[in-house]
């Protein structure tokens, strides 16, 4: 099981491998430039423990948790 | 749509960008706001002078692509589109440059002359970026003007680079990205096909309506295609699919490797310390601080809509009456008297009472949406809305409900889906707004009085229930529209959280101003004409007979009295009673007879059923019109004759018709009917049909019978009243 963006540690900074989400929603982000490859990180969760907000291209999306659990990343430091 | 023959210059970019303040500063503040057709989302324009050219420049839509995947969205597409568009001024925050760029590219690879204004140059500077904007003006083949909206920076830059681009050939060069070897060879076989369809355009559009006919394949956007050009994309999209590619992958992620090497080759490297929205957002968005905040915020909006408007609208119900009292002396008493003084008097008065609260409710979402909070309002508390099939968005709206409906529902347009703005518009008339307060009190007066239940006075448990109610019947009615009336995916939750800003006062200003004068306009002719319906229906037709019957009266009254005072109160309390026969006799009081079998098994007789009528111009009107009704003439909620007239009032088996049980199924009533036009005229307005507002009238009135039948069957079983 590859780790998603809302298994990552606050603060941890990641690279996308891939968004897994139906096609609208996955073009969305895809055009708002998370793209594999992309650095993102999770900044913070809201206080009802969702959505989640996370920072990407120097600017913060907020996305809810079943949907950031589609994007699969890899944590950096790690091979 | 717009005529042919002005040309048109439309501002596009991302949400909040700071698209709008730059139309403004650009149009002086002079705009035109319309609709595009069809649908209710707003077109605003006005003309510029631009050289020796006169042209319309267009607000259009926010947007983060040209694959649109929102009916808003796709106007922004189609006004692109369109054959008089002659440039796109394309606004990008300078702080985000690396995903605000994409739009730029993309309009720019469609061949439409663009020029990029990059906004916010202030604040990018701040963070420490320098930019390039020559060098990228370059790579982009379209002038990149630096600019600060707010601060009327670069404007003339940028008109001057506007100009230039109209003035240039049709044939502007693009940049070229390069796309995968697969992708260029099926958008190669694409083309022939785009040809023979539009053989008039040059041969670089075809190769760029292709990609995008691939990118936007199974969206509404490709309706204007012909069948054979979307069959012939339909099957190469899928070739590709079947051989495991990805082509919005390989389109968009082409763009942005083109882009981001623009971007590094003219953009210094930002400051990565935490900036400033960082650091505030800490303390907004902290589990308990930023949730205290959050009440605090919500309670200051609710405070002014409910407190802070009182003065405002006092002012305008007193010079309404002035008005009415002024046409009175001055007309000769009759139909045109009545007609001038309770139709069109009253009726512009209906509208002007919502001024205060609109304009208020819009100077704070104004507020809190440019400066950034709206949409840290969302990201807490979307997980409740979430729950019941609503937007994060939908709660600033609902809350303003509490206050009145009108200006909650134009709330809504903060709302990006048509779909979630509609469920959220339909449900919201249900929170017990200010106008049912009096009705509240009415009922509980009358038939609470000096009563308690345990501690508490049955009085103060009757209106939290009636409160906590609303709350819960609202939000049970969005997610049962969610589910029936208006099905589709839960509202998808993808917002940006832009940084914060403090807004400008004037735009502030200029906005809530605009949306008053919409409503003014659009709803408020519709009210002026329904509260003329209503009084012809509860004035006419006029019984001759009691005309005569009270004058014969008025005459004995005048002979027989022994003094002066006794003889004026004795023809006062004889015009109450008057009018109170007149309105019997009425098309509306007949109507309440009429309807009286119906009303009886929900506690109610006909003199209630003629207030229920009159109340349809606005809740609170019920009161006053029970006044007449009874012939005890004007009253308001805290009136004594009134609630004795209620209490002694019987049944024809002389029964009391005020219960406490009755009086519980009524206060129901009042709190689930549509008992208001006003909510009828602005969903009208805001939704773009008659079917809505229809369906709201219907389910809310069907939902409110039905549960006062239940409260008060329910209750006569269990031996109550």
């Given at each position: 099981m590859k780790p998603s963006l809302v298994d990552l540690p606050l603060g941890q900074h990641a690279k996308i491998v891939s968004i897994d989400c139906e096609r609208r929603l996955s073009r969305r982000l895809m055009e708002m430039g998370l793209l594999p490859g992309t650095r993102v990180r999770l900044v913070r969760v809201a206080p009802f423990g969702d959505p989640v907000e996370l920072r990407v291209r120097n600017y913060s999306l907020s996305l809810r948790r079943a949907e950031a659990a589609k994007i699969a990343v890899r944590p950096e430091g790690e091979a | 749509m717009s005529d042919k023959a002005s040309p048109q210059v439309l501002i596009a970019g991302n949400p909040n960008c700071g698209k709008s303040t730059l139309f403004n500063a650009l149009s002086g503040g002079s705009a035109h706001v319309g609709n595009y057709p069809g649908v209710t989302v707003d077109r605003t324009s006005a003309s510029l002078r631009i050289g020796s050219e006169k042209i319309e420049l267009v607000d259009v839509p926010g947007m983060y692509s040209l694959t649109a995947s929102s009916p808003e969205e796709q106007l922004a597409v189609n006004a692109l589109t369109e054959g008089n568009t002659r440039a796109v001024i394309c606004v990008v925050d300078a702080t985000t440059l690396e995903r605000g760029l994409y739009l730029p590219l993309q309009l720019i690879e469609s061949g439409v002359p663009v020029v990029v204004a990059l906004n916010m140059m202030d604040a990018a500077e701040q963070i420490g970026l320098r930019v390039d904007t020559e060098r990228l003006s370059e790579l982009f083949a379209a002038p990149v003007i630096p600019v600060v909206a707010t601060k009327r920076r670069g404007l003339d830059a940028l008109l001057e680079a506007l100009e230039k681009q109209l003035e240039a050939s049709s044939d502007v060069s693009t940049p070229r990205i390069s796309y995968p070897v697969e992708l260029e060879a099926d958008v190669a076989a694409i083309e022939p096909v785009i040809a023979r369809w539009r053989p008039e355009t040059a041969a670089s559009q075809h190769r760029v309506f292709a990609l995008w006919c691939l990118l936007s394949l199974?969206?509404?956007?490709?309706?204007?295609?012909?069948d054979d050009v979307r069959q012939a994309v339909a099957s190469i999209h899928e070739a590709a699919v079947a051989r495991g590619r990805n082509i919005d992958l390989e389109i968009i992620a082409s763009r942005y490797a083109w882009l981001d090497a623009a971007v590094s080759e003219t953009c210094s490297v930002q400051d990565p310390r935490p900036s400033r929205s960082e650091r505030i957002d800490r303390v907004l968005t902290h589990p308990i601080a930023g949730l205290l905040i959050f009440a605090v915020v919500m309670f200051g909006i609710f405070e002014a809509l409910f407190a802070g408007a009182e003065p405002f609208i006092g002012a305008i119900e007193t010079a309404t009456a002035f008005m009415q009292t002024q046409a009175a002396a001055i007309l000769p008493p009759g139909v045109l008297q009545d007609l001038v003084v309770e139709g069109i008097i009253a009726g512009v008065g209906n509208v002007i009472v919502f001024a205060p609260q609109i304009l208020m409710l819009f100077l704070f979402i104004g507020f809190l949406e440019d400066s950034g909070y709206l949409a840290r309002v969302a990201f807490v508390i979307d997980r409740v809305m979430k729950k019941v099939g609503l937007h994060g968005k939908a709660f600033v709206p609902l809350l303003s409900g509490f206050a009145c409906a009108v200006p909650a529902v134009m709330a809504t347009r903060t709302i990006e889906r048509r779909r979630d703005r509609l469920v959220t518009m339909l449900a919201l008339p249900l929170m017990s707004c200010s106008a049912r307060l009096p009705i509240y009190i009415l009922v509980v007066g009358t038939v609470f009085a000096g009563q308690s239940l345990g501690w508490f006075s049955a009085g103060a448990v009757a209106l939290f229930s009636m409160y906590t109610l609303s709350v819960l019947v609202t939000l049970a009615a969005a997610a049962v529209i969610r589910r029936t009336v208006l099905p589709g995916p839960a509202p998808t939750f993808v917002l940006e959280m832009p940084p914060y800003r403090w807004p400008s006062a004037r735009i502030l200003w200029i906005n809530a101003w605009r949306r008053l004068r919409i409503f003014l306009v659009d709803a408020g002719t519709i009210i002026l004409a329904m509260t003329i319906l209503l009084w012809a229906l509860l004035s006419f037709p006029k019984s001759a007979e009691i005309t005569e019957r009270y004058a014969a009266e008025r005459e004995r009254i005048e002979q027989t009295a022994t003094s002066e005072s006794s003889k004026t109160e004795a023809l006062q309390a004889l015009d109450g009673q008057e009018a109170g026969d007149q309105l019997a006799h009425s098309l509306g009081g007949r109507f309440g007879h009429a309807i009286e079998p119906a009303l009886r098994p929900i506690g109610f007789d006909w003199q209630i059923g003629v207030g229920i009528i009159g109340a349809f111009a606005a809740r609170e009107v019920f009161i006053s019109t029970l006044g007449v009704v009874f012939g005890i003439g004007e009253a308001d909620e805290e009136n004594k004759p009134l609630r004795q007239a209620l209490r002694d009032a019987r049944h024809a088996d002389g029964s009391p018709v005020m219960t406490p049980l009755s009086g519980v199924s009524l206060m129901v009533f009042f709190l689930l009917a549509c008992q208001c036009m006003s909510t009828i005229a602005v969903v009208k307005r805001e939704s773009g049909s008659w079917k809505w507002p229809l369906f709201l009238f219907t389910y809310m009135t069907v939902l409110a019978y039905l549960a006062s039948l239940a409260v008060y069957q329910g209750g006569q079983l269990l031996g109550y009243g």
């Open positions: - | 199974g969206e509404d956007s490709l309706r204007g295609v012909p």
